[in-house]
């Protein structure tokens, strides 16, 4: 085998590998409220609060209405049922203005959970979720990343994947085992 397929067959094992947050587990989410749609209606979505209540899922995505953040929302919506049976709840964020999150609440989220907005990045930045869209322009958006904060307010899981069905599928596996660890 020449360096050059070498090189190439490291790249793609390295591709396939799921990429890791920032944030790990045991770190501090940083606490933020910032203005959110659930229903098409706009309230304050504070992370403190909603602590209260149980583990949150939060989850960031790069632009709403794109294909793979329409198919995110969906199976996040398809399956709050599942994650409320465990006490969690879900809320997503990305930079679009409210405006455009009221809309999506209702269109791709089906009115199930909210979703804020971060125009100016201050959450995207707070957690290490900001990337570079491959694009001439070099846009910046939120990277597809999702934690699980835990009531005591540290991440307990975390998970940085293109592919957004992922998100759903591991964040609910490890809230019901924590949830299984630490009954109500």
């Not at 149980?54 to 709403?64: D, H």
């Not at 209405?65 to 599942?82: D, K, L, P, V």
């Not at 069905?165 to 085992?177: A, M, Y």
Request: hydrophobic share 40%; net charge negative; with cysteine.
């Amino acid at each position: 085998m020449n360096i050059r397929m070498l090189l190439a067959a490291t790249s793609l094992l390295l591709l396939a590998q799921p990429a890791t947050a920032a944030l790990k587990p045991g770190d501090a989410a940083p606490s933020f409220s910032a203005a959110a749609a659930l229903g098409g209606e706009d309230f304050n979505f504070s992370l403190a609060e909603s602590l209260k209540k149980g583990p949150v899922i939060l989850y960031f995505y790069p632009k709403s209405f794109t294909r793979g953040c329409t198919i995110e929302a969906h199976e996040f919506a398809e399956n709050s049922e599942r994650f409320a049976a465990v006490g969690a709840s879900i809320v997503g964020v990305s930079g679009d203005p409210i405006e455009v999150q009221r809309e999506f609440s209702t269109k791709e989220c089906r009115d199930k959970f909210p979703v804020a907005a971060d125009p100016a990045f201050s959450i995207i930045n707070a957690y290490d979720a900001k990337r570079l869209k491959p694009s001439a322009t070099g846009d910046t958006v939120a990277d597809r990343i999702s934690y699980v904060i835990l009531p005591d307010g540290k991440i307990g899981f975390a998970l940085t994947d293109s592919n957004p069905s992922r998100h759903i599928e591991d964040t609910l596996e490890f809230v019901r085992k924590w949830r299984d660890a630490h009954p109500r």
